[in-house]
């Protein structure tokens, strides 16, 4: 079997040296790339020790072995490095746009994205990644000549383009945009900062994408299968994970349940990170890329998997949605979960001097919608725990959420 070893560092990664800088200039550290600033700034925040205690995907409470967004994190981190390596690529750019990917997840996973979205549907909407932005550029607030982290231009762009381009060359919104339109938080931002909407991302950032999708087929089908929303043999016609369980049959007919489980999770991981691998040296030697600027000019991401593979991932997605993310129990506790961030939201907007006193300086009682994303963000911000103590607080009764 042959051994896969790191490259040396390919033309087309980015360079610390050469990025575009940071928004507010700092001297160079005598012992860190700018990228490994920028890994160790997120580590730091106060919004990743949060994401201890954020739900990844909304589940019942009944053990301590779930993902939680911070163990998500961790794992998008390592497969994200192990694709960066492969592909010579600069790890620690790599590495920062997996650790600050889910800065700006509200608690509750999806379930608290969809009700801050429609408590903010009269100015803008809630948008998780657009949150991540404001997180690193305005709401951390540890420094004292600058709000935010203050991350390099490779990061932020990696962070809002995690899904690729949101605009064409002219502006124009695209892809998921295409209705919505670019948040107004990004855009505000990119009249400081240009993050170039229209370009794609690093390959850098884009490992970091693609390591996020990878994470969650595997990794929500562990938890899928620990909280019993869906057994082993359920698993057998969906493409991959059916092909990995028939290898186990014939070379280990006899090992447990439990065993059979994590053998399953470890060589799905390993076949996707294999797989992106060898579709990404396809495209980027079909691109001729030799500068991070070709890779970013490219029409499509080179950072991808190969067509069967993404044909696979699809049918994985297809799969988790109705037994998983839309299970009955899931969703019953979902909603439960949405009604407590509204509920959040409405008494704030009502009682605005019972926010904490940090969040009522710069509180404009004359600007609405500015009153409402500052009470988003504080709720953007709680966790899972400090949500509900807070409803339980402000409300008669709270749901258990199991």
């Not at 982290?149 to 949101?166: A, F, I």
């Not at 605009?167 to 240009?194: E, F």
């Not at 294999?274 to 950072?303: K, Y």
Request: aromatic fraction near 6%.
């Amino acid at each position: 079997m042959a051994v896969m070893v790191a490259r040396t560092r390919a033309p087309y990664a980015a360079d610390p040296g050469a990025s575009r800088g940071r928004l507010y200039p700092e001297p160079a550290s005598r012992t860190r790339s700018d990228f490994r600033r920028d890994c160790d700034r997120i580590i730091h925040s106060a919004a990743f020790r949060r994401l201890a205690h954020k739900t990844q995907v909304f589940i019942p409470h009944e053990g301590d072995h779930y993902r939680t967004r911070l163990t998500h994190t961790l794992e998008v981190t390592q497969i994200a490095r192990s694709i960066a390596r492969a592909l010579g690529l600069d790890e620690d750019l790599a590495e920062a746009s997996a650790l600050a990917h889910d800065l700006g997840h509200p608690p509750f996973g999806h379930a608290g994205e969809r009700a801050l979205d429609r408590c903010l549907a009269g100015c803008g909407g809630f948008d998780h990644n657009a949150q991540t932005l404001r997180v690193v550029t305005r709401l951390e607030r540890r420094y004292a000549g600058f709000d935010g982290l203050n991350l390099t231009w490779d990061t932020l762009e990696g962070l809002v383009k995690h899904n690729g381009p949101l605009t064409d060359r002219a502006g124009h919104p695209i892809g998921r945009y295409a209705k919505t339109g670019v948040s107004a938080g990004i855009l505000d931002y990119c009249r400081l900062q240009d993050l170039d909407l229209w370009r794609f991302a690093s390959a850098e950032a884009q490992a970091g994408a693609i390591a996020d999708d990878i994470a969650y087929d595997a990794h929500d089908i562990d938890d899928g299968l620990r909280a019993e929303l869906f057994k082993l043999d359920d698993l057998a016609g969906v493409p991959l994970a059916g092909d990995v369980l028939d290898e186990l049959a014939r070379c280990h007919p006899r090992i447990d349940s439990a065993r059979r489980a994590h053998e399953l999770v470890r060589r799905l991981i390993t076949r996707m990170i294999e797989d992106v691998i060898a579709e990404s040296e396809r495209r980027i030697a079909a691109l001729g890329a030799r500068t991070v600027d070709d890779i970013r000019g490219g029409s499509a991401p080179v950072v991808a998997f190969s067509s069967d593979m993404a044909k696979a991932d699809r049918a994985i997605k297809a799969y988790l949605l109705p037994h998983m993310y839309r299970h009955a129990r899931v969703m019953r506790i979902m909603g439960e979960a949405e009604g407590v961030l509204e509920n959040l939201f409405r008494y704030y907007s009502a009682q605005p001097t019972e926010l904490p006193a940090e969040w009522q300086h710069g509180l404009d009682e004359s600007d609405a919608g500015g009153r409402a994303r500052l009470i988003a963000d504080f709720i953007a911000g709680m966790t899972d725990r400090y949500a509900l103590n807070e409803h339980g607080r402000l409300f008669d009764s709270t749901p258990e959420l199991r």
